[in-house]
T-cell receptor, first 114, second 112 residues
Framework: KAGVTQTPRYLIKTRGQQVTLSCSPISGHRSVSWYQQTPGQGLQFLFEYFSETQRNKGNFPGRFSGRQFSNSRSEMNVSTLELGDSALYLC?????????????FGPGTRLTVT | AQTVTQSQPEMSVQEAETVTLSCTYDTSESDYYLFWYKQPPSRQMILVIRQEAYKQQNATENRFSVNFQKAAKSFSLKISDSQLGDAAMYFCAYRAGNQFYFGTGTSLTVIP
């Protein structure tokens, strides 16, 4: 089975621009979660989608949004980029929401905002 | 509010020795799951071990084992016979319902 894939792997954007990141979960997985990883902050939960519905949202401003398609692929969008948005954005998929199931992580998208 | 605390930002261990990484969590839930994830440098995060809160027996996976103290809300990871490939960032995670909470990580260095 192919793992979680994320595109692009690296991005450099300018402050004020917007960006869209993509995540393809493991085949059959219906839950996709997004995290922001920065040094010293660990992983901060952004949101989770399950069957095209946002199930949970972390404490991030409205500039961060996402969606999930019928094939479970998910996109995350950040508008009006700020320098502080520079981070590694991780996507994780799971076969269901809740329970003992682990999350399988993608390699991440490294976003640099200049 | 659920929180996960890893109080050791960095740890080091001699190859072949044993090291224990600490994790505490705060929750009012009775049904939850705990995980340790490993993130090697520039590589994907992978699951090391998981523990169901309702199980009293500590989980083990080869050289990795946990010390789960439910009353103390403590979930430490013990790595025995440390290997160079164990060098990574280790994250403790807690799941209740459909949301994961991660600690800030412990960077483990393995000294040859």
């Amino acid at each position: 089975k192919a793992g979680v894939t994320q595109t692009p792997r690296y991005l450099i954007k300018t402050r004020g621009q917007q960006v869209t990141l993509s995540c393809s979960p493991i085949s059959g997985h219906r839950s996709v979660s997004w995290y922001q990883q920065t040094p010293g902050q660990g992983l901060q939960f952004l949101f989770e989608y399950f069957s095209e519905t946002q199930r949970n949202k972390g404490n991030f401003p409205g500039r961060f949004s996402g969606r999930q398609f019928s094939n479970s692929r998910s996109e995350m969008n950040v508008s009006t980029l700020e320098l502080g948005d520079s981070a590694l954005y991780l996507c994780a998929s799971s076969s269901r929401t809740g329970g003992r199931d682990e999350q399988y992580f993608g390699p991440g998208t490294r976003l640099t905002v200049t | 509010a659920q929180t996960v605390t890893q109080s050791q930002p960095e740890m080091s261990v001699q190859e072949a020795e044993t090291v224990t990484l600490s994790c505490t969590y705060d929750t009012s839930e009775s049904d939850y799951y705990l995980f340790w994830y490993k993130q090697p440098p520039s590589r994907q995060m992978i699951l090391v071990i998981r523990q169901e809160a309702y199980k009293q027996q500590n989980a083990t996976e080869n050289r990795f084992s946990v010390n789960f103290q439910k009353a103390a809300k403590s979930f430490s990871l013990k790595i025995s016979d440390s290997q160079l490939g164990d060098a990574a960032m280790y994250f403790c995670a807690y799941r209740a319902g459909n949301q994961f909470y991660f600690g800030t990580g412990t960077s483990l260095t393995v000294i040859p």
